[in-house]
């Protein structure tokens, strides 16, 4: 199925000079659903249950909603909490002729600061672009359901390749394949979403809607209708597609002003990243060495004013950073308290 459809894009984006085009055929589409880790391997387990029964729960969910479709094969990596490694997966993938593989995950970061999903794809030619599309459908349920967007990414290791094995080995193969971290787990802005089996069951539905979008599926029962839904077009790159390596160029902050009753303090913050999005904010009055929550960078271009809440006891000096689409961050010069 892949590659015929592979054969019939090419052939009509000469036509129409799409660079995205999706076409029906007779065969069903082979979705492989990947609840990452599972056995020995728990995945994070930052709370008292681990990574690999969020994954479990949530891919069979996805399993069922995605069945509701026509001309749609379901396969999971595993349905037994067994370890396997990323090449057996990507194996299995090929086995069944997978069209596409989705690696199900959830996230943590230390210190305990970043929240929201982010997709990560392969980093090269026809499979960045499929990997792309369908990562960009995944960004727009979890946008619905309030979670914070972190993006669409590639990361390239050593030897010039790319650094998740379940990507890597599923690029050899010639097969798609994204790494879905639908929230991060440690984060009070997105422990709600996994705190039930109704969100858990939410993510299911959310995932197997992306995958239906992405494929142009139609529901047995006729009441969704995906066929003529464009999923985004994304042009197969020249070359491989680097992740950013470099912190935000510079964090310059302004003072505006200081209510010094209510301690709030009024800053425009100013920051430039030529190769990845802003994406979060923070300041310390302890010159770094805590930091306040992280909050969304919503900046007019390079530009945003922003209010922040000193709170209690004396605060002298207070800096700010920025940080990017790949976490890198950039600090701000002083701003001192004392002269305003
Ligand atoms: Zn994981």
Not at 21 to 32: D, G, K, Q
Not at 74 to 85: A, K, N, Q
Not at 223 to 240: G, K
Not at 267 to 294: F, I, K, R
Request: proline share 4%; net charge negative.
């Amino acid at each position: 199925m892949r590659k015929l459809i592979l054969g019939i894009m090419a052939f009509m984006a000469f036509f129409i000079g799409a660079g995205n085009v999706r076409a029906y055929a007779a065969e069903p589409v082979v979705v492989v659903i990947d609840p990452g880790h599972g056995g020995e391997n728990l995945g994070t387990d930052y709370l008292p249950i681990p990574e690999k029964a969020y994954t479990m729960a949530v891919a069979l969910y996805m399993k069922e909603q995605l069945e509701k479709y026509e001309n749609v094969e379901v396969y999971l990596t595993h349905t037994e909490d067994i370890d396997m490694s990323l090449g057996e997966r990507a194996q299995f993938a090929e086995s069944v002729n997978a069209d596409f593989l989705f690696s199900l995950h959830f996230n943590m970061s230390l210190p305990h600061t970043l929240y929201g999903s982010e997709v990560w794809i392969p980093s090269l030619g026809t499979l960045y672009s499929q990997g792309y599309s369908a990562a960009n459908e995944f960004l727009i349920q979890f946008g619905e359901m309030g979670l914070f967007n972190r993006g669409i990414k590639t990361k390239i290791g050593k030897n010039d390749t790319d650094y998740y094995g379940i990507i890597r080995q599923c690029a050899l193969r010639d097969i798609p394949a994204v790494i879905v971290e639908h929230c991060h787990v440690d984060n009070i802005n997105d422990i709600a979403n996994i705190q039930s089996e109704e969100k858990l069951r939410e993510f299911g539905r959310r995932d197997a809607e992306a995958v239906a979008r992405y494929f142009g599926l139609v529901s047995k029962d006729g009441s969704t209708d995906y066929s003529s839904y464009a999923p985004l077009a994304v042009p197969v790159p020249a070359q491989r597609v680097y992740n950013d390596t470099s912190a935000p160029l510079y964090l310059n902050a302004e003072f505006v002003d200081y209510d010094k009753t209510g301690k709030y303090l009024t800053v425009v913050l100013n920051s430039q990243d030529d190769e990845s999005p802003l994406q979060y904010y923070a300041y310390s009055t302890d010159n770094g060495v805590t930091w306040s929550p992280y909050k969304p960078w919503i900046g007019n271009g390079n530009f945003m004013t922003t209010t922040v809440n000193l709170g209690f006891g004396r605060k002298s000096e207070i800096i700010f950073k920025v940080t990017n689409k790949y976490d890198l961050a950039a600090v701000s010069n002083s701003i001192s308290l004392k002269q305003q």
